[in-house]
C-alpha cells in the first residue's frame, strides 16, 4: 500500500489550522508527527483518516500494483485517538457490546474476546474501575 498525501489544509471554524502538508508512505514506512499542545497533530491525523473536511488538498490510497483505491479514504483508514471512547458509567461488557454491534459483529463475542486479553474478570465493572492499562 501507498499513501499520498498532497497540499492538505483544515480549517476549524474560520481558523486554518493544517496548512499545505505533503508526504508520502509506504508499506512499513512509519510517519511521527510532533509539536506544541494545540498545534494540529491531531487535527491533521483526523483530517487524513477522513473525519474532518479539507479545505485543499487529497489524501489517496494504492494498492500494491500502483492501483488507487476508489472507495473513500475513510473505509482503509481507523483513527485511535488519545481517547478511548468508552463510556465510564457503563459496564465493561456494555461498552464493549456497543461497539461490537456498531462494527458488526466479529468472529469473537464479548466474553471471548476478554478472555483472550485476560480481562474477563472485569465484565460486570463500570468502565472507570479500570486502571489505565486495562482500558487500553
Not at 40 to 49: D, E, Q
Not at 57 to 81: I, N, Q, T
Not at 96 to 119: H, I, K, M, Y
Request: net charge negative; charged share 25%.
Amino acid at each position: 500500500m501507498k499513501l499520498i498525501v498532497e497540499n492538505l489544509s483544515i480549517a476549524r471554524g474560520t481558523n486554518v489550522i493544517v496548512d499545505n502538508i505533503d508526504f508520502e508512505l509506504n508499506a512499513g514506512d512509519a510517519l511521527i508527527v510532533t509539536g506544541e499542545n494545540g498545534s494540529g497533530k491531531s487535527t491533521t491525523l483526523r483530517g487524513i483518516a477522513g473525519l474532518l473536511p479539507l479545505i485543499n488538498g487529497s489524501v489517496k490510497f494504492f494498492d500494491e500494483e500502483g492501483k488507487r483505491f476508489e472507495a473513500p479514504v475513510k473505509e482503509y483508514c481507523h483513527y485511535l485517538g488519545h481517547q478511548n471512547g468508552m463510556k465510564t458509567a457503563l459496564t465493561v461488557r456494555e461498552n464493549l457490546e456497543f461497539w461490537r454491534n456498531f462494527c458488526g459483529s466479529p468472529e469473537l463475542t464479548v466474553e471471548q474476546a476478554l478472555d483472550e486479553v485476560e480481562l474477563l474478570h472485569t465484565i460486570d465493572l463500570p468502565f472507570h474501575y479500570l486502571s489505565a492499562g486495562q482500558k487500553q
